[in-house]
């Protein structure tokens, strides 16, 4: 995705750009001042490997503005002034911008994750070697991941034209899964044929039946599992992956899926 591109050709057109890097930080190489984008989101559970519920906002000055008000609204909120109106706010005096006393203290928030942060760039630079090194090592065990699991289960992974789309921590392979007999089994006893249901079958047989969570896709009339190559992780982990799904895969084709749904996993 040529997000840098296409924030670009909002900004020469006009039109507020807002990019969802859910896995970006820890991920990808990015300059917030060089790309320039109105709004940019990111997680940092995904690859910083940081507790749940610690996110990175960034707003430019100029559209500070625009953030109302936190989710959810706290002490820090100051709303638009209206005549006759005198707002109190309970915080201590601050010299600080409103948009930052919005969005600093949230009451229900568990700062915890937040406090990770700065010990989990520690540990990329001191033990990992650095983020380049994070990033070469996860690229090249992405590849030969995928080429792994597509070999074991006899399919394919997915690629552009360009021979690209592996450039990063993840990648898609095919599962050894034909639509066409699913459909007739399906037909066969009688249930409407649902790809989507199928994935969602697959998605909790293999997390209840064998403790693996992988996530599922159903596109262009195959099923497809995500592969992310985590630092922590190394080529025989995608080998284990590949038995899990291959066995249930062979339940599939066997018709389990269609015997009472979940209740069979």
């Not at 790309?35 to 507790?51: A, E, I, M, R, T």
């Not at 993840?170 to 044929?193: Q, Y």
Request: with cysteine; glycine share 8%; charged share 25%.
């Amino acid at each position: 995705m040529p997000f840098e591109a296409l924030t670009r050709t909002c900004r020469h057109l006009g039109i507020l750009s807002i990019i969802d890097g859910a896995h970006g930080v820890g991920h990808i190489p990015l300059n917030l001042s060089q790309l320039d984008p109105d709004f940019f989101v990111s997680n940092c559970h995904k690859w910083l490997l940081v507790p749940r519920g610690c996110t990175v906002f960034y707003v430019p000055l100029r559209n500070q503005p625009f953030m109302r008000s936190t989710l959810p609204t706290s002490h820090g909120f100051e709303p638009r002034p209206r005549p006759g109106i005198e707002y109190l706010n309970p915080l201590p005096a601050s010299d600080k911008s409103p948009y930052v006393t919005n969005f600093e203290y949230v009451g229900t928030v568990d700062p915890a994750p937040y406090l990770c942060v700065p010990v989990a760039l520690k540990w990329r630079q001191e033990v990992c070697g650095g983020e380049e090194k994070i990033r070469e090592y996860c690229v090249e065990l992405n590849k030969r991941a995928s080429e792994c699991v597509a070999e074991i289960l006899g399919t394919e992974y997915m690629e552009c034209e360009e021979g690209t789309l592996r450039e990063c921590n993840m990648s898609n392979v095919r599962l050894p899964l034909d639509v066409e007999e699913i459909a007739k089994m399906c037909a066969r006893r009688g249930e409407p044929f649902n790809g989507d249901q199928v994935r969602d079958w697959i998605t909790f047989k293999c997390m209840r039946g064998h403790g693996v969570f992988m996530a599922f896709v159903y596109y262009n009339n195959a099923w497809w599992v995500r592969l992310s190559s985590q630092i922590y992780l190394d080529l025989s982990d995608f080998g284990k992956a590949a038995g899990v799904l291959k066995r249930v895969c062979e339940d599939v084709r066997n018709g389990r899926f269609l015997d009472g749904s979940k209740a069979h996993l």
